[in-house]
């Protein structure tokens, strides 16, 4: 920190003449990320995973649900069936056809699937070969959705992708306009000058142009997910802000007895340490998300660890360089110098008053805090958890691919299969002995316990024949006139595949046994692959059992070693993992209790999911244990700090209390605010994200951190301290 402080002081210029030019350079090219990030519906499976292999093998070779466009017409009186309304199904249908579409309706199968249970809507699948899928959205958005009183709406998995990404875009916007002018009127009636306050909102602006140009260099190499970008850049803005806060804080501590060159240094060497080591804390729990193939998870765990290391570089140089710049002028503002003392010292007598009731009864304290966080985790004792199934309430509100999915569901009773089966022929599907092999390999699906009905080339409600009737028809001709319409949707050359629909939901034990036993049988002549929502399930869940120890397991010793070097105590660090599950539990207990049971949904805000996904309680996890680790930091060390001073551990727990608490309540309250805007998004995931996190930062800081932990550590007293003779030869200035 001497070194870093040093080349603050002799290249203060230099710094911010270098910071601006990066600066510019980011905000033409940051603004460009949207283009470079992933837009596939892979984000939420495992990579490399059979699932995944299966989905893009049905849609390479098939075209299937990812590269159809679902069409919706509606209308309020006219039946499908009447002359009219077919007459304005046509002319919709028509624009397709003239671009090269190929359309499967209810008109050119008689298959009722595709008509309402009122008659008053249908639907359409349409696919195109030839064009790309950018230029398929393109031409969706230039159709009319209005024909008389007849009303056009377009879905499926193309649409929702698209959709999905601009109202990611939207929501940054829209969250960063909300949180910024807030942010700085807090930092106002914090810092009680406008000076003061202008710098960590600067800074943030700052993480957010470098993080989000960070995130577009990366994403030319490694695929980013879309749903990933508000959340990386959540956590620059946040941890940015933070960090100014810590180190604004102590530099105008620092200048009511130093100079203000030395107070930079002893700024630097102090919180600038703090932030130092609470960055690469929160920087070891996002590596933890970067050993799960799971591309959204890799991508936050990546794009995280690029915005925050810029971040923490940004906080190191840039902002003391600032500090240094302006001098005593950053306590310009609102108070002079004798009403801010006096403001300082009121406040701080009320942090030690609250101290001293905390270590005068430290186990009422933790009975309080342990009651209070319980009571809160108390819905995860029925919580669902899913991983997969995306069904309309996942996407976003007000979105033509959140009407049609849910129209599909609601007025057709469309049922989506539980599992899609491809099977891959050694030799020619379209001759008799290739037939019976797919007609063996439909009646074994068909028979297994659970399966309400399979469809494919060999079994459909359209053609229902026997074994030997298919052999017939292939025997006289490879492509009997019969077969035209299920060989279009089920046949490409030796490959073919086959839906299977259950009763039972995907995530039931039943049907996750179930892709098992598929995945192990050995078909005659060929073999298979399993996708579908029950497979994506399962291969997720195998992942995550798989990946969890290890990613925790190496998360947690990289944490001990770290802040067992920072505080010379391997007692400090163990009592730090154990209590930062508190706030974790409470949290996801809230999240059951609005996402899963539907309280607070009635307001309009938040979006009712019937289950919490298994990914986004991951993410939460990671970042949020991230993040109590980031105010555990902060209190350890200041307290650390001052019993190498004093030598005495309840004064020293007593004093970090009363120096950290106000910082970190209102570090606690600025994080909050970036975050709870991010969870005004119309995307019920990132919802998820953002109202966990925001709960998780406000639990830590005001009953875990301010409450718990000073408690814990009076039990402990000078057992705190206790470390290997190794260890405590390590040593860390404070000055």
């Known amino acids: 920190m001497r070194l870093l402080s040093k080349l603050v002081r002799n290249n203060t210029l230099a710094i911010l003449l270098i910071a601006a030019v990066i600066i510019g350079f980011g905000i033409s090219y940051g603004s460009g990320v949207f283009t470079e990030l992933k837009k596939d519906e892979g984000g939420l499976s495992v990579e490399n995973s059979q699932s995944l292999k299966a989905s893009r093998y049905i849609k390479n070779n098939f075209g299937g649900e990812s590269k159809q466009i679902l069409i919706l017409v509606k209308s309020p009186d006219q039946n499908v069936d009447s002359t009219e309304f077919k007459n304005t199904f046509n002319s919709v249908i028509k624009r397709f056809e003239k671009n090269g579409a190929t359309i499967t309706s209810y008109y050119n199968t008689g298959a009722t699937d595709f008509k309402s249970s009122d008659s008053r809507s249908t639907y359409a699948l349409a696919e195109f070969k030839n064009k790309s899928d950018d230029d398929t959205y393109k031409f969706i958005q230039d159709q009319p959705l209005q024909y008389g009183n007849t009303e056009v709406r377009f879905g499926g998995t193309l649409v929702a992708t698209r959709q999905i990404s601009h109202q990611i875009e939207q929501d940054l916007v829209r969250a960063e306009l909300i949180s910024l002018p807030i942010l700085l009127i807090l930092l106002i009636i914090i810092f009680r000058s406008v000076t003061a306050a202008i710098l960590p909102v600067l800074l943030g602006i700052v993480a957010v142009i470098g993080g989000t140009s960070v995130v577009r260099l990366i994403a030319h190499y490694i695929d980013i997910d879309q749903y990933a970008i508000n959340v990386i850049t959540v956590l620059g803005l946040g941890l940015s802000i933070d960090y100014s806060l810590l180190m604004v804080s102590r530099f105008r501590e620092e200048l009511h007895e130093h100079n203000k060159y030395d107070a930079i240094n002893r700024t630097i060497r102090s919180s600038g340490r703090t932030i130092l080591f609470s960055g690469l804390t929160v920087m070891i729990?996002?590596?933890?998300?970067?050993?799960?193939?799971?591309?959204?998870?890799?991508?936050?765990?990546?794009?995280?660890?690029?915005?925050?290391?810029?971040?923490?570089?940004?906080?190191?140089?840039?902002?003391?360089?600032?500090?240094?710049?302006?001098?005593?002028?950053?306590?310009?503002?609102?108070?002079?110098?004798?009403?801010?003392?006096?403001?300082?010292k009121k406040q701080s007598g009320r942090w030690y008053g609250l101290g001293h009731r905390i270590l005068k009864y430290p186990y009422v304290s933790i009975l309080v805090a342990v009651l209070i966080v319980l009571i809160t985790a108390l819905p995860l004792a029925h919580v669902k958890i899913k991983s997969s199934g995306i069904d309309y309430r996942a996407l976003p509100r007000g979105s033509s691919s959140r009407e049609v999915s849910k129209s599909l569901s609601e007025d057709f009773h469309n049922k989506t299969p539980s599992l899609q089966i491809v099977y891959i022929h050694d030799g020619n599907i379209n001759n008799a002995g290739g037939i019976k092999d797919v007609y063996q390999l439909t009646q074994y699906l068909k028979n297994l316990p659970g399966v309400t009905t399979v469809q494919g080339l060999a079994e459909n409600p359209a053609i229902d024949l026997d074994s030997g009737t298919y052999q017939a028809l292939y025997s006289n001709s490879s492509h009997p006139p019969q077969m035209a319409q299920l060989e279009k949707q089920y046949l490409n050359n030796n490959t073919t595949y086959i839906k299977v629909f259950t009763n039972d939901g995907p995530t039931t034990q039943a049907i996750q046994d179930m892709v098992k036993i598929i995945r192990d049988h050995k078909p005659q002549n060929g073999r298979i692959l399993v996708d579908g929502s029950a497979a994506v399930e399962y291969d997720i869940r195998d992942s995550v059992a798989r990946q969890a120890p290890i990613a925790l397991g190496l998360v947690v010793i990289a944490i001990m070693v770290l802040l067992s070097i920072l505080l010379r105590s391997v007692i400090i660090p163990l009592q730090a993992l154990v209590i930062n599950s508190f706030s974790l539990l409470a949290a996801f207990g809230i999240l059951v209790w609005i996402f899963q049971d539907g309280y607070l949904t009635n307001i309009g805000w938040f979006m009712q999911t019937g289950s919490l996904d298994l990914t986004i309680l991951i993410l939460i996890f990671a970042i949020t244990f991230g993040l109590s680790m980031d105010y555990a930091t902060?209190?350890?060390?200041?307290?650390?700090?001052?019993?190498?001073?004093?030598?005495?551990?309840?004064?020293?727990?007593?004093?970090?209390?009363?120096?950290?608490?106000?910082?970190?309540?209102?570090?606690?309250?600025?994080?909050?605010?970036?975050?709870?805007?991010?969870?005004?998004?119309?995307?019920?995931?990132?919802q998820q994200v953002g109202l966990g996190l925001a709960l998780a930062v406000l639990i830590d800081a005001f009953i875990v951190r301010i409450v718990l932990v000073p408690a814990v550590m009076k039990i402990f007293g000078r057992a705190n301290w206790y470390a290997p003779k190794f260890l405590k030869k390590i040593r860390i200035s404070h000055d």
């Open 634 to 686: 902060f209190y350890y060390s200041r307290v650390g700090e001052e019993f190498d001073r004093t030598g005495k551990t309840e004064k020293a727990i007593l004093d970090g209390l009363a120096l950290t608490g106000p910082v970190i309540t209102q570090a606690a309250i600025l994080l909050f605010v970036v975050v709870i805007a991010f969870a005004t998004s119309n995307i019920a995931l990132l």
């Open 285 to 344: 729990c996002l590596f933890g998300l970067t050993l799960f193939p799971i591309s959204f998870l890799r991508s936050v765990g990546v794009g995280g660890i690029a915005a925050l290391a810029f971040a923490i570089i940004a906080a190191l140089t840039i902002l003391p360089s600032l500090l240094l710049l302006i001098g005593d002028n950053i306590n310009r503002g609102t108070l002079n110098r004798g009403q801010r003392k006096a403001l300082e």
